[in-house]
Nanobody, 115 residues
């Protein structure tokens, strides 16, 4: 059984920063991708950032240059450093891991950016 525990969300003023963490535990053989998604009220869930098993990162255009995804291979943990936050970044942020056999989601953490 795989469990993802997210932390680091909160309320921040526009221009501020937050760092999200997502730790995976349980029986995990190999994580191919670690992703961060977000879902704002009334909108579809969207992919924000993704990092491969070899450390290659990809970002949504809306966060390029502001967000940085990283991973700690030893801890099966991914981080999302979010800088220069904007009110439109307000959403519930979810992490997701993809293995060869399955995918798993975290419970989500709320990020609210005030103007």
């Amino acid at each position: 059984q795989v469990q993802l525990v997210e932390s680091g969300g909160g309320l921040v003023q526009a221009g501020g920063s937050l760092r999200l963490s997502c730790a995976a535990s349980g029986t995990i053989f190999s994580i191919n991708f670690m992703d961060w998604y977000r879902q704002a009220p009334g909108k579809q869930r969207e992919l924000v950032a993704s990092i491969t098993s070899t450390g290659i990162a990809n970002y949504a255009d809306s966060v390029k240059g502001r967000f940085t995804i990283s991973r700690d291979y030893a801890k099966d943990t991914t981080y999302l450093q979010m800088n220069s936050l904007k009110p439109e970044d307000t959403a519930i942020y979810y992490c997701k891991i993809v293995t060869a056999a399955s995918s798993h989601w975290g419970q989500g953490t709320q990020v609210t950016v005030s103007s």
